[in-house]
């Protein structure tokens, strides 16, 4: 593991972990916490750049959402008023599912999003809330919706880029509803389906808007675009929950492997969103 | 029990200190000038032949010092498996050979000065194969036209080597056909077990080197250290007198330790190389290239009265033993020989084929094929008792093996030859049943039906299991005692403590018949030169055959010490007793001398010094016994299932020391739990793990442990040292058929295949019918 790794850097600044970073060649791997760096042990790496003493480890409010740095811990997020407070608390939930308390203290949320695992835990939840990423490279820094971000990931532009912050926007106001749903095989594991939900209903009970997310049943977690379009301007009840749940299942494309069957994922899908969407329900004030 | 000072007391572990304080007490603790790494280069095909193999550029790589294939060593079949001599498994495996069987078996091993240039020399040896047709799936291996996994003929004692069989076994106690014909319902079914893995904390690992006299020293974490200094010598084809084998503290090994493993290429390579050489398996490596578990696939058949008395059980399984044939026979045999006597039928039948398949090797491991068999038994006898109307508590009050039985299936299977019948001298399995379903709430819970309107249902299961303690007159083990000046005693045994104890309950054994206090005990176990002779940890046996051995010697040397007494107090021995460090007179005098002035008279005025040995062996095995009882909650969206509550009552003889069983009970629980519902090592249709991590691979952690309850029922075994039978195999039988047979009370479905997978559960759900259909498909006879 890294037996071919020559150099490793702590930079104390943003500037200079970009600068590292575009010197490096296309070898050069970001470390925040290491563990999915670690795990996978990319044999290509030449130089390692630890980017968390390089100030990105904060929470901040900020336009009354927040700012999160790309250095910030699970554990930190799950003890986070700030984050707490957040749409119904969904991100904090889902950091507090992440791993062991060991794993927590050290993983970070860029590398959560960096990663690009479709199961990554905080993505569902930052899909809900509308969160933007920032990344800076060489040329300056940008701002990308989560979704965008996840897509282009993987393209050569951000493979060489430092995912600075994820911010999210104020929040909606009143009768909200958020949830985040896991399904693991034991209490520690990586996520078989993930679910999070948020929606605001008006003083009818109208659904005025929605997101659903879901993780692990597509290459990257997706936004149920279709559901979340059904659900809006719809009486937030019983049935609107069943047909969204139904819906889901049709924007899904997930695999079999061996921690579940693609059918098992799919039925989950149904299963999480139902249950996700119950909870929001009830903390927006809507009897089923 | 009366009077006892250290035997039945929770005295903390003799080696605790050393534990908790990091003192380099495993095998990995130290380091060797010049030491080596050793790696092996694992086949990536199920089934091949090497046509070609060119080590030129490994060995011609800085740093390499040894490269081994099978042009280099001595060609000798054996058995990997720790048994005793004449071993009842294939002599089947080779040192390296020039044949794979199985994805990871072994194609050539290289000795570096690092591990990354062993493993960069693995990469420099060219290997041509010839890939054969493999058979991965063992319903298949005896079909005609299977490939033959064992062409080579110089194996020997496999069954059938051209249809893949390794071995069978047919055994039958009266005649279950007259059985099923008096029996008012029948009823047959089929269960399904699958591949788990041990996963030690400490994976396999050994340590070789040739001490200054030329000596070939093992330094390695075993079960079976005699058994493996045999098995090396064998096999490279030195004489035992040149091997010296240590076992250090381990960190587990649940029988995937009883296996002579790394041990046999480490001391080739440094043969080879003449350096120390260590090696030791990545986790990845542990998990396919190491032991598991047998799969099985059982079907079961049980004949009964209509009151619910059991007149005739059959059972007949395929199992596999992977690509070589370790342990094949002998867990199979204990499947049928350990569980079918479970109830008291007049008729038994027990047929099964141990099959070869290009899969990872199965081996010894906890609960050794009574797993399987309990699953399968445990549940169909729950479906019988619930069809019949019948609590499955009564069922089993009605049924199970009794006090004075003689268990005459266990005549007929012994290990790999005949046994002998097993009489039931103890037995606490009607207060471990009865105490169980207290603690579970039996009679309340399985009363009140469970609510039909959540999508959480909860039920009670439970099962009942038995084990052995010891293979009948087959193990032995034998031990060693002397004084020292201090009035202190040094304990040699060759027992090999895996990490549940056995040195502190050998020195509690040793204190409490010399009447001395636990720290005048120092104990030395696992070491071929220092320590006599003992088949090793396994079969549930340390406890009874070691600690048999320990009491025999600690009795002779007592006496010993009674006769200085007796010369120093001036009364006679049997006038005399000892405890608390002393020897006192039993009359009204009440003269005493310490063991410490006892010892100094010995020694430099009498001029001689107390010590004896003694051996020990058994000629039956006596059954501990267990109830297990679980409560779980079942998801009907998810499939998922919650344990809530699991209680275990065992009887294990006397408890030498409590605390420790307890810990015995609660690890193999944990262990059972993940055999029932998360653990599995699954391979893809080529025979390659899918998922040989613990990403994957899922073992029940803290926060997945339910409640537990665990309760000793003791017993007076008269075959055991202070009655003490076994505790740390039987409590892992019984989670898994208990759990089915809650999930069927919660929810009406019968699980009939391990692990419980969600999924399953929920496909089971969506099929449920009416339980009166079933009841029909039942009785049909
Ligand atoms: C035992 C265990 C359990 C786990 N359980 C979970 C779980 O339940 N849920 C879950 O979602 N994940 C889980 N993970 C995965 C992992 O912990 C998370 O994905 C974690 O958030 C990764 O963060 P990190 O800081 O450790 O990333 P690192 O390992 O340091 O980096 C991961 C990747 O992201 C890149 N990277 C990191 N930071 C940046 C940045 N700021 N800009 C650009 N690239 C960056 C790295 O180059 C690397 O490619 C688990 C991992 C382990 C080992």
Redesign the interface.
């Known amino acids: 593991m890294f037996e071919r790794v020559e150099v490793f850097y702590r930079p104390a600044s943003v500037r200079e972990a970009v600068r590292l970073l575009a010197g490096g060649k296309g070898r050069a791997r970001i470390v925040a916490g290491g563990t999915d760096l670690v795990v996978d042990g990319d044999p290509t790496a030449r130089a390692l750049i630890d980017i968390t003493h390089s100030g990105l480890a904060y929470i901040r409010k900020q336009g009354g959402g927040c700012a999160i740095g790309a250095a910030t811990t699970m554990a930190e997020l799950e003890e986070s008023r700030t984050i707490l407070a957040l749409g119904g608390g969904i991100l904090a939930r889902a950091a507090a599912t992440c791993g062991s308390i060991q794993i927590r203290g050290v993983a970070t949320v860029g590398g959560n999003l960096a990663n690009g695992s479709p199961a990554a835990d905080l993505v569902t939840p930052l899909l809900v809330l509308d969160a933007v990423v920032v990344v800076a490279d060489a040329k300056g820094r940008r701002k990308l919706p989560i979704a965008e971000y996840l897509a282009a990931r993987g393209t050569k532009g951000l493979r060489q880029s430092l995912l600075v912050e994820v911010t999210a926007p104020r929040p909606l106001g009143r009768r909200c509803g958020w949830s985040f749903q896991k399904l693991g095989r034991t209490a520690l594991d990586i996520s078989v389906v993930n679910v999070a939900a948020g929606l605001q209903v008006d003083g009818a009970g109208r659904i005025q808007w929605a997101r659903v997310a879901l993780g692990a049943v597509a290459p990257t977690a997706i936004r149920a675009g279709a559901t979340e379009e059904n659900l809006q301007g719809r009486t937030l009840d019983a049935e609107a929950i069943a047909q969204a749940a139904e819906g889901v299942m049709r924007e899904v494309s997930p695999i079999s492997d061996v921690r579940a069957s693609a059918a098992y994922r799919r039925e989950m899908c149904r299963v999480l969103t139902r249950r996700a969407l119950e909870e929001c329900a009830a903390q927006a004030g809507c009897a089923l | 029990m009366t009077g006892r000072k250290v035997v039945g007391v929770n005295v903390r572990k003799v080696e605790g200190h050393k534990l908790v304080t990091g003192a380099p007490a495993f095998t990995d603790d130290i380091e060797m000038q010049g030491m080596l790494y050793g790696k092996i280069l694992p086949s990536p095909h199920a089934h091949a032949r090497i046509k070609r193999i060119d080590t030129r550029k490994a060995k011609a790589l800085a740093g390499v010092h040894a490269v081994l294939t099978y042009k280099d060593v001595p060609r000798v079949p054996h058995t990997t498996a720790g048994q005793a001599w004449p071993e009842p498994s294939p002599y089947d495996t080779y040192l390296l050979d020039s044949k794979v069987r199985f994805v990871g078996d072994r194609v050539a091993a290289v000795a570096a000065e690092s591990r990354?240039i062993a493993e960069k020399a693995l990469r420099l040896i060219e290997v041509d194969y010839e890939v054969l047709p493999a058979v991965i799936d063992m319903e298949l291996a005896m079909a005609p036209g299977a490939a033959v996994i064992h062409d080579e003929p110089d194996s020997t004692k496999i069954y059938d080597r051209s249809h893949n069989i390794a071995g069978y076994i047919l055994r039958e106690i009266g005649s279950v056909e007259q059985g099923f014909r008096e029996s008012d319902f029948v009823v047959e079914r089929e269960f399904r077990t699958h591949r788990q893995q041990h996963t030690p904390l400490e994976p396999h690992i050994t340590i070789c080197w040739l001490d200054p006299n030329g000596r070939l020293v093992i330094r390695t974490s075993s079960q079976v250290p005699y058994h493996t200094r045999r098995q090396v010598g064998q096999i490279l084809q030195i004489p035992v007198s040149s091997i010296h084998v240590i076992k250090p503290r381990m960190g587990g090994g649940f029988g995937g330790k009883q296996e002579m493993l790394l041990e046999d290429i480490c001391g080739a390579l440094t043969l080879a190389s003449r350096r120390p050489v260590k090696m030791e398996f990545t986790r990845e490596e542990e998990f396919y290239m190491a032991r598991s578990r047998h799969p099985q696939r059982l079907r079961m058949k049980m004949g009964v009265k209509r009151d619910g008395t059991v007149l005739a059980s059959q059972l007949t399984v395929l199992a596999t033993t992977g690509a070589y044939g370790s342990h094949s026979t002998t867990v199979q045999g204990n499947t049928g020989s350990k569980v079918l006597p479970l109830y008291r039928a007049p008729h038994m039948r027990f047929e099964c084929h141990v099959v070869y398949t290009n899969a990872p090797v199965a081996g010894a491991f906890r609960g050794y094929g009574c797993p399987q068999g309990f699953f399968a038994q445990e549940t169909l006898v729950d479906e019988i008792a619930c069809e019949l109307g019948m609590d499955p508590l009564d069922f089993h009050r009605m049924n199970v093996i009794r006090l004075g039985d003689t268990d005459l299936l266990s005549a007929q299977l012994g290990e790999g030859k005949e046994g002998l019948p097993r009489v039931v001298r103890s037995c606490g399995l009607p207060q471990c049943m009865e105490s169980a379903a207290r603690a579970i709430g039996w009679a309340q819970k399985r009363k009140k039906f469970p609510s039909g309107h959540s999508h959480l249902r909860r039920g009670v299961g439970m099962a009942c299991t038995m084990q052995g303690s010891g293979i009948a007159g087959v193990d032995w083990a034998s031990a060693f005692l002397k004084m020292n000046e201090d009035g202190s005693f040094y304990l040699q045994v060759g027992a090999s403590d895996v990490g549940a104890g056995a040195d502190t309950v050998l020195s509690q054994i040793a204190a409490e018949t010399l009447g001395v206090t636990l720290d005048k005990v120092i104990i030395t176990s696992g070491d071929t030169d220092i320590t006599p002779f003992d088949v090793g940890a396994y079969a549930s046996s340390t406890t009874i055959i070691s600690g048999g051995a320990v009491k025999k010697a600690a009795g002779k040397v007592r006496a010993q010490v009674l006769e200085v007494a007796s010369r120093m107090l001036d009364a006679p021995v049997d006038q005399l007793d000892c405890a608390n460090n002393e020897v006192f007179t039993t009359c009204a005098c009440r003269k005493a001398v310490s063991m410490t002035d006892l010892a100094m008279q010995a020694m430099y005025k009498e001029k001689f010094q107390i010590m004896d040995g003694a051996s020990h062996f058994n000629t039956d095995s006596p059954p501990p016994f267990c109830a297990t009882f679980a409560e779980v909650e079942v998801d009907t969206?998810?499939?998922?299932v919650h344990v809530l509550h699991l209680a275990s009552a065992v009887d294990p003889g006397t408890a030498i020391n409590p605390m420790q069983a307890e810990g015995q009970v609660e690890g193999a629980v944990a262990q059972g739990l993940g055999y029932a519902l998360?653990e599995e090592l699954?391979l893809d249709a080529d025979g390659r793990p899918?998922?040989p991590n613990f990403?994957?691979y899922?073992?029940?952690?803290f926060?997945?442990m339910p409640k537990l309850t665990t309760i000793l029922i003791e017993t007076d075994e008269p075959l055991g040292p202070y009655g003490a039978k076994s505790i740390s195999e039987v409590p892992i039988n019984g989670p898994a058929p208990a759990i089915a047979n809650a999930i069927f009370h919660a929810v009406g479905i019968r699980i009939r295949k391990l692990p419980i997978r969600?999924?399953d559960v929920?496909r089971a759900l969506h099929a449920e019918r009416p339980a009166n259909l079933d009841e029909e498909a039942m009785f049909a006879l």
Not at chain 2, 698 to 701: I, L, P, S, V, Y
């Open positions: 990354a969206e998810t499939g998922q998360t699954v899918l998922n990403l994957d899922k073992m029940f952690g926060q997945d969600p999924e929920l």
